[in-house]
Nanobody
Framework: QVQLQESGPGLVKPSQTLSLTCTVSGGSITTSYYVWSWIRQPPGKGLEWMEVISYDGSTYYSPSLKSRTSISRDTSKNQFSLHVSSLTPEDTAVYYC????????????WGQGTQVTVSS
């Protein structure tokens, strides 16, 4: 079974860049079964899909976040990472990494989530 674990800072300042890493075990991020995603949930709001990196390295971004986000991977460590620039308090959220079904992009496996607070 695939397991995912997020890591990164819990508190960042406005205007800074957030970087989070997802470490995957129980499956390779280069396998064609899955695509890999970052999803967040601001307080009191629903889940917001942010970006995806496919098994072949192709990337896809939410139009609303595309100008500020990027996703990358390190296949040697079986990790993929999120980067969000120009942070504002509205970026405060629980951030999840997830493995999605490669056809319908349905989340199959989730990390436990990590709280990120943007505050000075």
């Amino acid at each position: 079974q695939v397991q995912l674990q997020e890591s990164g800072p819990g508190l960042v300042k406005p205007s800074q860049t957030l970087s989070l890493t997802c470490t995957v075990s129980g499956g390779s991020i280069t396998t064609s079964y899955y695509v890999w995603s970052w999803i967040r949930q601001p307080p009191g709001k629903g889940l917001e899909w942010m970006e995806v990196i496919s098994y072949d390295g192709s990337t896809y971004y939410s139009p609303s976040l595309k100008s500020r986000t990027s996703i990358s991977r390190d296949t040697s460590k079986n990790q993929f990472s999120l980067h969000v620039s120009s942070l504002t308090p509205e970026d405060t959220a629980v951030y999840y990494c997830a493995a999605l079904d490669r056809v319908g992009w349905v989340p199959l496996y989730w990390g436990q989530g990590t709280q990120v607070t943007v505050s000075s």
